[in-house]
């Protein structure tokens, strides 16, 4: 089985991620990242963090950056970190922290958080109520009569 099935078959939010390449802070080693879901305050915060106000011919113009948002949604997104002593460093880490992961290791967060946002999206449509769009438009307002 290769390490990333391995990874698949873990829950990230509660055994958590481990690192291939512990994470130095201070004079810690952390192994093990937990998880967590973002709720909208925390998205809407990663969003700005990413955006940028340029000038182009002395008018403000807002850029996002995808490469930055990604990043703050995943520290966002860090619970905890944990030693292999039990030690704990609570979230989310901070942006120069998670710039100091190994690639392997941040792009297998990348690929985690993307399934966890993925998987919570999901689970909220199939709680949502169905519609029944077979009379759609024959309403009283007599749209699409």
């Not at 008018?59 to 966002?76: D, F, K, Q």
């Not at 030693?83 to 979230?91: C, I, M």
């Not at 690929?111 to 309403?139: S, W």
Request: hydrophobic share 35%; glycine share 8%; charged share 30%.
């Amino acid at each position: 089985m290769s390490e990333q099935e391995k990874q698949t078959q873990i829950n990230p939010l509660t055994d958590g991620v481990l690192l291939q390449k512990p994470l130095e802070i201070g004079q810690k080693s952390y192994t093990r990242i937990i998880l967590q879901v973002l709720d909208a305050g925390a998205a809407m915060d990663a969003t700005a963090d990413g955006e940028k106000v340029r000038f182009v011919k002395s008018m403000p113009i807002v850029v996002e950056s995808p490469t930055l948002i990604t990043a703050h949604r995943i520290r966002r997104q860090i619970r905890r970190l944990e030693t292999n002593d039990g030690e704990t460093l609570q979230g989310p880490l901070p942006y120069e922290d998670l710039r100091r992961l190994s690639e392997p290791d941040y792009l297998t967060l990348v690929a985690l958080t993307d399934q966890l946002d993925t998987f919570r999206i999901e689970k909220e449509l199939d709680n949502k109520p169905g519609r029944d769009t077979a009379d759609a438009g024959a309403g009283s307002d007599g749209v699409g009569v």
